[in-house]
């Protein structure tokens, strides 16, 4: 089930974020589930557990997303792809024409690759955007989701 992200599943997003090589601060989190401008969707699973996340700002129309990860064992099973499913519904329902946008590491090929089969394009490329000299591609979803 997908359900808005509460103060008490903070600690297991970051530990999830942390598993998955992402810079996610508590504080940063704390915003996304309390401000209306963010969202903070978590996957729970029927034992109760938070298997992946996903982060977005703006979650009004054009939002950008902030992270998504899955925690190592229930990869590969539908969950990210379920989450931006259900960011890209919300944002439909409150806005006719919604935009989500992204950057992901050139070298992240899971991610581009879950991008891609959930609707997203690519809409550019930043040099040497991250730390280590990586270029990021843009990415934009406008509406076509297979989530
Ligand atoms: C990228 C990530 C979020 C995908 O999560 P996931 O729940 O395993 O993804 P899903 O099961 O929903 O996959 C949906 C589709 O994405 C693509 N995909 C996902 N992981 C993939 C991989 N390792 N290799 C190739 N394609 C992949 C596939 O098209 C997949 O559909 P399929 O399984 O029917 O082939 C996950 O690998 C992760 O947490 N990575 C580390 C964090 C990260 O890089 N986040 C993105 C930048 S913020």
Redesign the pocket.
Known sequence: MIRNARREDLAAVLE?AAD???DAALEDLEYSVSAPSRMLLVFQEADGAVS?YAELSGADGEAE??????RGM?????????LLGEAGRRLAARSGGPQIA?E??ED????I??Y???GFIRAGRRRRYYPDGTDALVMIWTGGTAG
């Not at 229930?74 to 379920?82: F, L, P, Q």
């Not at 992240?108 to 991610?111: F, G």
């Open positions: 999830i998955a090589g992402l992946a997303l902030i992270d998504i990860a899955c229930y990869k590969r099973c539908g969950k990210a792809e379920a992204l992901v590491r992240n090929a899971p991610a690759a879950l891609e089969k959930t």
